[in-house]
């Protein structure tokens, strides 16, 4: 289990069993040391709140036995741990991709254009291909060549093209002209009033005016 895992798991059995008991609070015999050693540490980051003396004495007069440990999530655990639980997952590694999905690695200039781009999906009249702003939210990073990497089927490909190119046409081409030379995709607005109907208006190949080869 990885080390963020660990912390979502400690993070949800606080809440399941804080929400059980109707105080919000987990108990000392509710869980064991080594468990409210990582709650401890939790604390250190602002996700856990531990009980303070006066907090023990009301639990303590609740059970009717001594409290001496008590923990529950603050407000910024339980956003951790609703965020844990609905993260972006990263897509699978190349092996196990779907046959019909391209790994494209962009540069973090790239990147930030495709999110401009996803992020104006209502507000455009030719918006991101299905399924892509999805693909942007989990893409990974390879912080060792700094490229982000994402799986896109060919009509994704296209619509970043789109992306590339709307972002070069209101200020710079170098994102679009390295995806033309990387994967040999780019938006042709000729093509693309030709055949409305394909997402972005997107060709393969190395000018405008090229078709798929």
Not at 26 to 53: I, K, M, S
Not at 88 to 96: G, L
Not at 109 to 131: E, N, Y
Not at 183 to 205: E, L, Q
Request: some cysteine; aromatic content about 6%.
């Amino acid at each position: 289990m990885r080390g963020w895992e660990r912390v979502l798991s400690v993070l949800e059995a606080l809440c399941e069993r804080g929400q059980a008991a109707g105080h919000g609070w987990t108990l000392d015999t509710e869980l064991l040391p080594p468990h409210q050693q990582q709650v401890n540490a939790l604390e250190n980051e602002g996700l856990v709140e531990l009980a303070c003396r006066e907090d023990r004495a009301e639990l303590s007069a609740l059970e009717g036995r001594p409290v001496r440990w008590a923990a529950r999530l603050t407000r910024y655990g339980h956003d951790t741990l609703t965020y844990g639980c609905s993260r972006p997952r990263a897509e699978p590694p190349p092996c196990e991709a779907a046959p019909d999905r391209q790994l494209v690695e962009l540069i973090p200039s790239q990147m930030a254009a495709l999110r401009v781009f996803v992020g104006l999906a209502g507000r455009l009249r030719v918006p991101p291909a299905d399924g892509l702003a999805e693909q942007v939210r989990a893409a990974s990073c390879d912080h060792g060549i700094k490229r982000w990497r994402l799986y896109l089927t060919e009509e994704q490909m296209d619509s970043v093209a789109y992306g590339l190119w709307l972002h070069r046409m209101t200020g710079s081409a170098a994102e679009a002209n390295r995806f033309v030379r990387e994967y040999g995709v780019v938006h042709s607005p000729a093509r693309a009033s030709d055949h409305p109907s394909a997402a972005g208006g997107a060709a393969w190949g190395g000018t405008g005016d090229s078709g798929r080869g």
